[in-house]
């Protein structure tokens, strides 16, 4: 029998977003379990945030390694202070991300740089190597998937499917189900295609959901995220990134 995976996870994962947390963290784990959930960590989000300034969220964080959880490099600041080449890519970094896409214009040293200090923050606090890598906004520029590739980090994931950034070994495939809060009619869009998606994804090997800590500012996203958390847990387990890797068939 084939087995299909939930693949929960909570993005923006920092001391900035402390309160947040504290709600949203509650809501997934009611639908999914404790420890069965990836955390995507950011090491210093918006230069606001020192994940390694905070005793009290560093204790959170081990906790949450120790209970399960995957925890995945998310970028290092979470924006965009690249200096985009061309009229294109700067549109693109500024309409498509709202200045998110940390990752889109790196230089590969640049990127190696961040993905290095970041993992080292994260693994040192933790005690366990890092799940992968996820770029903010899921965008990555060329120059920063070959800085991945040389760092070593096996499994990275963008809207469309989750990889190994080494071999290009693609690992799963499906649309992200996610989350919109910066509008009423992206709360309204967002709300319409996890509906549709429980419907659609269904019978999906693996299912992808995302949540952030701004979706807790708005209660009609909660209830939805609640709902569709539970609906695909009833037809899909919930389970670990590490489980798609070659040679996994926990
Ligand atoms: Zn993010």
Redesign the pocket.
Known sequence: MTVRRLLASI??VTPVHAARLDRLVPIVEAAVGAGRYAL?V?PDFHRRGRLTGDPQFERRLRGWADAGCEIFL??FT?IDESDHAGAAARWKASRMTAG?GEFLGLSTLDAEARIAEGRDMIEQLTGRPIAGF?A??WLYGEDSLAALAAQNVLMIEDHFRVWNPQTSAVLARGPVVTYASRSRARIASSILWSRLATGLLARASTVRLAV?PHDVDSPRLLREIARALSAFARTHRPSAYAELLPGRFS
């Open positions: 993005h923006d995507l950011v998310h970028g979470h998110e996820v903010p906004a952030h």
